[in-house]
């Protein structure tokens, strides 16, 4: 029979394991940049090439999941699951936020520089991911409708079910929905409710809370990716 530990000593032991793997966790990008080397190097190298070179540690934090290495070398590693990337920590410049209406937002490079360093990177490192999944989805359904002679309209038919399967089902994904929402902060789910819910713009949402619009963004595509992980 397994034997569970009580919830407080659970958590402890949690923070305990993430105290022990940060390193240098709080210092500013600023800081970091000054500590390790300047990559001259146009092509970046892979995450196995990249260890293989034994590169020494000189930052690492975990953020929503994730884990975040800087080397002395200049590169950095942000592994989420089972997916790396690698990065460069002085070409982590100015960052632009797409927003779902089509408009941008370029947020200066200067504004990271005090910030932890972990900020910046985890952006970086959350959108090469983000842009790897989606260049494997397009090869795969490429690759699949090429196979099998399908077209577009062949790929997306369904088989509808009887109403009572499709009630049984509606109720097991809603379950599976609301444990997911547990899951989330309090702001990520007030975010999300406001959104979907109240139809409300990310410029309203952020009036309302009192944050930017690319702070109420960032928290949404964070409290997205926790349900599509959890869903």
Not at 9 to 35: D, F, M, P, W, Y
Request: glycine share 4%.
């Amino acid at each position: 029979m397994e034997t569970r530990q009580p919830l407080p000593q659970a958590v402890e032991n949690t923070v305990q394991a993430v105290e022990e793997l940060g390193v240098n966790a709080h210092i500013s990008l600023r800081e970091l940049k000054n500590r390790v080397d300047k990559v001259l190097e146009k092509k970046i190298p892979g995450y196995k090439q990249l260890m293989a070179m034994n590169p020494e540690v000189v930052a690492r934090t975990m953020v929503n999941g994730a884990t975040l290495t800087a080397y002395t070398n200049g590169y950095a590693t942000y592994e989420e699951d089972d997916a790396h990337t690698v990065l460069v920590v002085d070409r982590c410049g100015d960052y632009r936020y797409d927003f779902n209406d089509g408009t941008y937002e370029v947020v200066p490079a200067e504004v990271f520089e005090d910030a932890e360093w972990s900020v910046r990177l985890v952006m970086e490192g959350e959108r090469r991911l983000e842009s790897n999944r989606n260049k494997i989805s397009r090869d795969y359904e490429d690759f699949a409708l090429s196979c099998d002679g399908s077209d577009w309209a062949d790929a997306t038919m369904v088989d509808f079910m009887e109403a009572e399967n499709a009630e049984m089902l509606a109720d097991e994904e809603l379950r599976k929905l609301y444990a997911a929402m547990s899951k989330l902060t309090e702001r990520q789910q007030e975010i999300l409710q406001l959104y979907f819910y109240k139809g409300m713009s990310l410029q309203e949402i952020g009036d309302e809370l009192g944050v930017t619009k690319v702070a109420v963004h960032y928290a949404m595509q964070v409290a997205l990716k926790k349900l599509k992980k959890n869903f």
